[in-house]
């Protein structure tokens, strides 16, 4: 029978006896990872676009994919030396310590917007990685698939309510003063770790999560060995490159109404084209964060529960590749907007929580190694990938509904991708087969 709290989360998820405080637990450390790393973003806008200027941005991403081929390999070999709470407040540690240098080098003066704004994007993949590496090697996959519903709502909770804590503080706080305070949450992060692992009852009758060092074998080589691994990998840059192609096309198409909506040249007319696609930006991240945190808290456990982790992974896809069939035939604003609300709040919520569950039946090692290398690589390659792709769009002057062809093509391959890796968690979800026993011996 549950108790209160239990029937109290029933909407939100499947929480069963003495789960509550461990997930409750999860749910608040998510959500102040995800709440620092926004002061942090917040404190990084501000230089880099006083420091470095927009065009780095561009950069940036091929910058943190060559840092990520050396980053991924140290961060295997510590993982292989230490236990799973060591590994965590260890490496959350070391970035709080490192926002700690930033703002004592930003407050006596030096110029380091470029090297934060790389760092912050190393960060965010590689904590919040480690973050569902932990959360998949603490539960089973059967309560992996029931607890990382609720788990996700302080994913998405963290980053609204600090993306609008950061944009209050800003107008009276100096960005080495956002980041300090960044870095104190971390502290409590790293704090909350021990007590998580201590607290937390595995399935299976009650025995405690195992927490030994890892094996030798490294993130790539433990990829390269495992098709089941090379589909995640594949699935993160497809995904990513749909993604940061569709912003692209999005940006491109508002740009090109603003023009339209208001001809002609000078400081008035700017002026306007810039509030009307200010405007239009407003409402849809607006829009995305609101629908993503409803998705999240009201409608992914059900969509797991009655679809499943397999069938609720086409979900996604299936919406892209309508959007985009229907702006390569008749593109409008209206409902190139309505595609990206769609597509950033779903990726945010419904996607992100199966992605993370894909990796409830792997190894302990490929969920430490392995997802950084693709959590952390395969997403800023995707990236890369991408300005490839709209360099090219750009240098061969292809009109909007001729590259949402090409998004078509793209969302095809994910859903092939997809395909594939339905296939293959089933099967490493199915219970084994019984052997059939032999006759005996003698019988008639």
């Not at 992060?189 to 927490?211: H, Q």
Request: charged share 15%; aromatic share 10%.
């Amino acid at each position: 029978m549950k108790r209160p709290l239990e029937r109290l989360l029933s909407p939100v998820a499947d929480i069963r006896e003495h789960e509550a405080a461990s997930a409750l637990l999860m749910t608040l450390l998510v959500f102040l990872l995800l709440a620092a790393y926004y002061l942090m973003k917040t404190a990084r806008e501000v230089l880099i676009l006083t420091e470095g200027g927009a065009a780095v941005k561009s950069y940036s991403a091929a910058f943190q994919a060559i840092l990520l081929l050396f980053l991924v390999p140290v961060y295997g070999a510590f993982a292989s030396r230490v236990r799973r709470v060591p590994l965590v407040t260890g490496v959350t540690l070391f970035f709080a310590s490192n926002l700690v240098l930033f703002a004592l080098a930003i407050g006596a003066g030096m110029h380091l917007g470029i090297i934060y704004f790389i760092w912050v994007g190393i960060f965010s993949l590689m904590v919040v990685a480690q973050f569902w590496a932990f959360a998949n090697d603490l539960y089973t996959s059967e309560q992996g698939k029931r607890l990382f519903p609720m788990i996700g709502v302080g994913a998405s909770l963290g980053a609204w309510i600090g993306a609008v804590r950061a944009g209050a503080l800003i107008g009276s706080r100096t960005p080495s003063s956002l980041l300090l305070t960044a870095a104190v949450v971390l502290v409590i992060c790293a704090a909350m770790v021990p007590l998580i692992n201590r607290i937390t009852v595995k399935g299976e009758r009650d025995s405690k999560p195992r927490d030994e060092p890892l094996g030798r074998e490294g993130g790539w080589s433990l990829i390269r060995s495992d098709r089941y691994l090379i589909l995640m990998a594949a699935l993160a840059l497809l995904l990513n490159v749909v993604n940061t192609s569709g912003e692209y096309l999005f940006g491109r198409y508002v740009v090109e109404q603003a023009h339209m909506l208001v001809p002609g040249t000078g400081a008035a007319a700017d002026a306007e084209r810039g509030r009307f696609i200010g405007e239009t930006y407003s409402r849809l991240f607006g829009n995305v964060n609101l629908i993503g945190f409803l998705l999240q808290l009201f409608v992914v456990s059900r969509v797991f529960k009655i679809l499943g982790l397999e069938r609720s992974l086409f979900i996604h896809p299936l919406v892209a590749a309508t959007g985009y069939l229907m702006i390569l035939r008749a593109p409008s604003l209206q409902l190139m907007e309505v595609l990206k609300t769609a597509d950033n709040s779903l990726d945010y919520s419904l996607g992100n929580t199966t992605r993370q569950a894909l990796w409830l039946p792997t190894s302990r090692e490929a969920k430490y190694k392995a997802k950084q290398a693709i959590d952390g690589f395969m997403v800023r390659a995707g990236d890369v990938a991408s300005a490839g792709l709209v360099f090219v769009a750009e240098w061969l002057s292809l009109s909007v509904p001729a590259f949402a062809a090409i998004q078509v093509v793209l969302v095809a391959a994910w859903l092939f991708v997809v395909v594939q890796l339905a296939a293959a968690s089933r099967g490493r979800h199915a219970p084994p087969i019984a052997p059939v026993p032999a006759p005996a011996s003698g019988s008639a």
